[in-house]
């Protein structure tokens, strides 16, 4: 692989776990501010779930730019 493919490939991954932090953060206060509206349990499904997907999205982001730095390390 060339280095400036290489190159690519971290910054997309990187710019993957971006994504995903930014995603996490807006998750959360949506969440947030469902407690702040409602109080009471009602509603709260859909944010929490988005919150989970996004934080696996993170830790799959993690997890795949962790690998391509390993595999950059071996070469």
Do not use: C, W, Y
């Amino acid at each position: 692989m060339e280095h400036t493919e290489r190159k690519s490939e971290e910054a997309a991954a990187v710019e993957r776990v971006a994504n995903a932090a930014r995603e996490v953060q807006m998750a959360s206060q949506a969440l947030e501010q469902q407690f702040n509206i409602r109080p009471d349990d009602s509603g709260r499904t859909l944010p929490l779930a988005r919150l989970t997907a996004a934080i696996a999205e993170l830790q799959s982001a993690r997890d795949a730019l962790d690998a391509l730095l390993a595999r950059k390390s071996l070469h």
